[in-house]
């Protein structure tokens, strides 16, 4: 009786473990369906939304057509490129057929004229109103400055009956340094404004040491006056050095060199009389 007793009691135990696992396992079962992990398509659908759209397509032109004319115009290849381009001699002839006819043709003459009344470029010094002042300066050589209108006919006139005379080219080769400049020319504003000039055009004299005015040449008109004032200048001032000792002569004595010379001039005539 009591081995059978003791069976019973053991398959009731058995049977409440029974129980108590079935238990276990829906508990278990639960907790899968509450942390089930994602699939796999879900994961790629998250991906492809982390994804940046593609960017829009985008035309345009890399290089203008006038690019290869442009830079072949600025750069000379090298004649020791050993990777130069191949001569079209085709082309040579014809750029020496060209040249041939170019040679062959009439030369245009010059308008007697426009030739008549060109400035002395052959007389003048070509440069800046700094560099006239250096040079006549270096060489020890007054500035002789005439300032022109383009408009005026009177300045084309200067050019036609006083730059060319022979004994004008030679007194001013000699003893100055001619600086023409016309009203259309930033450095013509600048000196007429900084000496004030009103009529054109205009020859003075300038002391390039200093940029003083000496003195202003009036006599223009043909060009025997006009040598006559140049030499009159000259014999007063032949040099800088005199210039000097006028200027100091006149702080010291309340009389330039000039006055004096008219004071003597007009005693002169006073005596003959």
Partial sequence: MGSRDDRSYDSSDADDEVSDLSSIDDEYSDNEDIQVAPSSSSNQNNAESDVRQPL?????????????????????PSKNDGFQPITDYREVIRQQERELDAARAPKKKEDPIERLFKPPRELMFLGTWERARDSAQANKTWLLVNLQKNSEFACACLNRDIWRNDIVKEIVKGNFLLWQAGDDSSDCQRISAYYNIQTFPTI??????????????????????FIEDLTDFLGLFPDFETYDESVFLKYNTGKSKVAEECERIAQQEADKK
Avoid: C, Y
């Fill in 56 to 76: 829009a397509r985008v035309t345009g032109t890399l290089i203008p057509e006038n690019f290869h004319n442009t830079w072949r115009s600025q750069v000379t």
């Fill in 204 to 225: 003075m004299v300038v002391d390039p040491r200093t940029g003083e005015r000496v003195q202003f040449i009036r006599r223009f008109k043909n060009s025997d006056t």
